[in-house]
């Protein structure tokens, strides 16, 4: 069985920087795309950033120039360093990865806070 383990969340004053990582072991069949969501209180979830085996990243337009998404296909780790931080990117960020077979699967989740 899969996990998903994330890391790197917290506290971080406005205009400050953070990096999530998210690290996949056990039994997984050919990852495929990697990614990350996020899901402020009252908000449904959202795609923040994807990216491809081959590197092809997508962004949502709100983090486009301020985030950016990396993976390490020996280590199937993915990494979301996120600068110029603001308000509006509190939420809980959920790590994602979809395989071959088009199996999904979901870190459980860790808090960002910008916050002055």
């Known amino acids: 069985q899969a996990q998903l383990v994330e890391s790197g969340g917290g506290l971080v004053q406005p205009g400050g920087s953070l990096r999530l990582s998210c690290a996949a072991s056990?039994?997984?069949?050919?990852?495929?795309?990697m990614g990350w969501y996020r899901q402020a209180p009252g908000n449904q979830r959202e795609l923040v950033a994807t990216?491809?085996?081959?590197?092809?990243?997508n962004y949502v337009d709100s983090v486009k120039g301020r985030f950016t998404i990396s993976r390490d296909n020996a280590k199937n780790t993915v990494y979301l360093q996120m600068n110029s931080l603001k308000a509006e990117d509190t939420a809980v960020y959920y790590c994602?990865?979809?395989?071959?077979?088009?199996?999904?699967?979901w870190g459980q989740g860790t808090q960002v806070t910008v916050s002055s």
């Open positions: 990216i491809s085996p081959g590197g092809i990243t």
């Open positions: 994602n990865l979809v395989t071959a077979i088009s199996t999904t699967y």
């Open positions: 056990g039994s997984i069949f050919r990852i495929s795309r």
